[in-house]
């Protein structure tokens, strides 16, 4: 039985932000969307046009909250997924860091009980260890998120304070909770009293159009809902946004004690930006993108990593997961990687325990085309080697359920059904 307990966090944010800026590796390790996706002359256009109308406005102070008319915008988008809020109810952040940070220091107090997903976000698993809460990991097993047997069984006996979740191309598992589960989880929190800390940050890329936010379903009581256009517009831009519910002010308190207000000038340009409607169609070119980039990679790791190498088919994004022979000595692998200028992300950041899987989630989309076959390669290589000396497949079983796909099955153009699955999403 899983019981809750205080960690020290493995990994810090700040480590791979260094790592990120290092332009000499083939980086597959950050979680950097490509900077070819950015739409640069038409935010060029939009920030242009805020010097020749706006300067003085743009330049000065302004609300905490942020600008009016741009989370008017935002608030406007947000009813479009099902999630009905007004300007008024958002409070724009220093990207989505800033809303997940404030929210869980608002809520979390030393000693509490707070559920995640195992594996989760490393930042907000950085936060949490930091604030000394305990902890109760929740499995993510497959493709569907987050276990919601084990959210059943766990919640009403140690009823959590909150659950930090991002049920939409979970960062690192690339897992999607789906629709018919997200009213589920709802009750299932509201009957332990559980609030949510929904971190929606890749919500725009999936390709089920039927997946909608959680606080969709929820009346703002329950569901603090984070996130940022980071993945899908300029992660530089540093534009989140939070909806508090009734912590509103605290909230705004919070942040305005942190940093006063987020940027004006950006918060300027990018409403520009969005006034010029275009996001909806740079958001159908970025899936696209996505897509392409995942296929590429995971046509690569179907010839060149071990056949036992497991990878998750994300219903979007541009990350993999990939879960590898058990016994593999991950630390071997990524410094012999970084050796040959190959960054990869190493599963045991994303957990609260030592002893987890040996996972690496891989960026396909931050280096170019040929960056990443080459990048692959060398990971391939290595784990070909280490499985030599490693454990032998035949000694790995009861790993992470029966909905990972291994390397082979996922090769392009015979991806056992559920690519399929994903490609008829967009
Ligand atoms: C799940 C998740 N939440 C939050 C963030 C932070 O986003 P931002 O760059 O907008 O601060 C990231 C960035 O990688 C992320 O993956």
């Known amino acids: 039985m899983l019981t809750p307990y205080t960690f020290v966090p493995q990994a810090r944010l700040l480590d791979f932000m260094r790592q990120a800026a290092d332009p000499t590796l083939i980086n597959l390790a950050a979680g950097l969307p490509s900077s070819l996706s950015v739409p640069k002359q038409e935010i060029a256009a939009a920030f242009d046009r805020v010097f020749q109308t706006e300067a003085d406005l743009a330049l ?3 609300s905490p909250d942020g600008d009016y008319a741009l989370r008017a915008l935002i608030a406007g988008r947000l009813s479009g997924r099902g999630v009905r809020v007004r300007a008024e109810e958002i409070v724009m952040t220093t990207g989505c860091t800033q809303a997940l940070h404030g929210m869980i220091r608002l ?3 030393p000693g509490d009980v707070v559920a995640c997903e195992a594996p989760a976000y490393y930042a907000s698993l950085e936060v949490l260890g930091d604030l000394g809460v305990r902890v109760l990991p929740i499995p993510v097993r497959d493709e569907q998120g987050i276990d919601l047997d084990w959210v059943a069984t766990l919640f009403p006996k140690f009823q959590p304070r909150f659950l930090v979740v991002c049920p939409t191309l979970s960062n690192p598992s690339g897992a999607t909770l789906p629709p018919e589960n997200r009213k589920t989880l709802l009750d299932l929190c ?19 159009a039927e997946v909608q936010p959680i606080r969709a379903y929820d009346d703002g009581t329950t569901v603090a809902y984070v996130s940022s256009f980071s993945k899908t517009v300029a992660p530089g831009l540093r534009l989140g ?10 909230f705004a308190l919070l942040k305005c004690q942190q940093d006063m207000h987020s940027a004006t000038f950006c ?8 006034e010029r409607g275009t996001l909806d169609d740079q958001l159908g070119a970025l899936r696209k993108f996505n897509r392409e980039r ?10 060149h990593f071990p056949a036992d190498a497991k990878v998750w088919l994300p219903a979007g994004g541009f990350m993999l997961w990939a879960e590898l022979v058990d016994g593999t000595d991950l630390e071997t692998v990524y410094r012999a990687a970084l050796a040959e200028k190959v960054a990869f992300c190493r599963g045991n950041a994303f957990y609260t325990t030592p002893a987890v899987p040996a996972a690496m989630r891989l960026n396909t989309s931050r280096s170019t085309p040929d960056e990443l076959v080459r990048g692959l390669k060398v990971l391939g290589k290595i784990l070909h080697a280490q499985s030599h000396t490693g454990t032998p497949p035949a000694q790995r079983e009861g ?5 990972v796909h291994t390397a082979t099955t996922a090769k392009h153009g015979d991806h056992g059904g559920k690519i399929t699955t994903s490609e008829t999403r967009a």
């Open 399 to 403: 790993g992470h359920g029966d909905r």
């Open 294 to 303: 995942r296929e590429l990679g995971l046509n690569v790791i179907a010839e």
């Open 60 to 62: 000065g102070y302004h």
């Open 107 to 109: 809520w979390a107090r």
């Open 241 to 250: 946004f939070c909806v508090p519910g009734p912590d509103y002010d605290r």
């Open 190 to 208: 509201r009957r332990s009293g559980t609030r949510i800390i929904e971190d929606d940050i890749y919500g725009e890329l999936c390709e089920n």
């Open 267 to 274: 918060e300027a340009g990018f409403r520009r930006y969005l």
